[in-house]
């Protein structure tokens, strides 16, 4: 079984509209943890936000938030006021006992 | 400061060389990681290093060696290089538990 799935190959948003991105996940550890990166155009790989298994409240970093499903074994990335800037690769990625698994990633492109 | 820097940023070679891609971490992190990036922008975890003990090893052709001469260091040296190896080439750090890596900018290897 694929331990991240983003089952979003591309998706759309208008600017300063917001938006989510999906990412399931598959761990039988009960200490993990949830990461989303960003790679623009330009190929760099950018930490966005972490969430850990046992954080009770959702993780927020400015305009990015994490919207955590534990019993769905959801991680879902929620973009507020979408940016030119924001269009770009999204990965979600886990940590568990000791080894990071990523997603096949999400492109997203903000049209203005 | 660059915490993660790798070098060469860019590599062009032919098919059968030898090739060594740079990686140093100025975060005091304990764990390093080399990752393939392929066309299709799919992450594949290649190595990890743990104070200098590889804990990762996926299954990877033995023409890639990681060499560690330091906790700071995590070298990669690529033997008789194939068309395959083409890929963008990422270093990562990490401290202990689940706290996210961080990645250097990428090495873009080009194989002719």
């Known amino acids: 079984a694929q331990k991240i799935t983003q089952t979003q190959p591309g998706m759309f948003v208008q600017e300063k509209e917001a938006v989510t991105l999906d990412c399931t996940y598959d761990?039988?550890?009960?200490?993990?943890?949830l990461f989303w990166y960003k790679q623009p155009s330009s190929g760099e790989m950018i930490f966005l936000i972490y969430?850990?298994?046992?954080?009770?409240q959702n993780a927020t970093e400015g305009r990015y938030s994490l919207n955590f499903q534990k019993a769905r074994k959801s991680a879902n990335l929620v973009i507020s006021a979408s940016q030119l800037g924001d269009s770009a690769m999204y990965f979600c990625?886990?940590?568990?006992?000791?080894?990071?698994?990523f997603g096949t990633g999400t492109s997203l492109t903000v049209i203005p | 400061d660059t915490a993660v820097s790798q070098t060469p940023k860019y590599l062009v070679t032919q098919m059968g060389n030898d090739k060594s891609i740079k990686c140093e971490q100025n975060?005091?992190?304990?764990?390093m990681y080399w990752y393939k990036q392929d066309s299709k922008k799919f992450l594949k975890i290649m190595f990890s290093?743990?104070?200098?003990?590889?804990?990762i090893n996926e299954t990877v052709p033995n023409r890639f060696s990681p060499k560690s001469p330091d906790k700071a260091h995590l070298n990669l040296h690529i033997n008789s290089l194939e068309l395959g190896d083409s890929a963008v080439y990422f270093c990562?750090?990490?401290?202990?538990?689940?706290?996210?890596?961080?990645f250097g900018d990428g090495t873009r290897l080009s194989i002719l």
């Open positions: 990562a750090s990490s401290p202990g538990g689940n706290q996210p890596q961080h």
């Open positions: 761990t039988s550890d009960p200490s993990y943890g």
């Open positions: 969430q850990g298994s046992y954080d009770q």
């Open positions: 990625a886990m940590r568990d006992l000791n080894q990071f698994y």
């Open positions: 975060l005091g992190h304990d764990t």
């Open positions: 290093y743990n104070n200098k003990e590889l804990i």
